[in-house]
């Protein structure tokens, strides 16, 4: 009859599925995050060289147009 119970114990807990939804979309957040600051971290340095060619260029024509 122990034994019995022990199973019937561990069959119900490996067919529980309770938390199993939380930790699915923990585990979507964590991905989700995690590519968003891949993308925010290349995005600035893309916007950091555009910020530095444009400045360059302004500078070239301020010089240009003063001559």
């Given at each position: 009859?122990?034994?019995?119970?022990?199973?019937?114990?561990?069959?119900?807990?490996?067919?529980?599925?309770?938390?199993?939804?939380?930790?699915?979309?923990?585990?979507?957040?964590?991905?989700?995050?995690?590519c968003?600051?891949?993308?925010?971290?290349?995005a600035?340095?893309?916007?950091?060289?555009?910020?530095?060619?444009?400045n360059?260029?302004?500078?070239?024509?301020?010089?240009?147009?003063?001559?």
């Open positions: 009859m122990f034994m019995g119970n022990i199973l019937q114990f561990a069959y119900g807990f490996w067919r529980q599925e309770s938390g199993q939804d939380l930790i699915e979309y923990t585990l979507l957040l964590a991905f989700v995050s995690l968003s600051a891949l993308l925010f971290t290349s600035g340095s893309n916007v950091s060289k555009i910020w530095s060619t444009t360059t260029t302004l500078s070239t024509a301020v010089i240009k147009a003063g001559s």
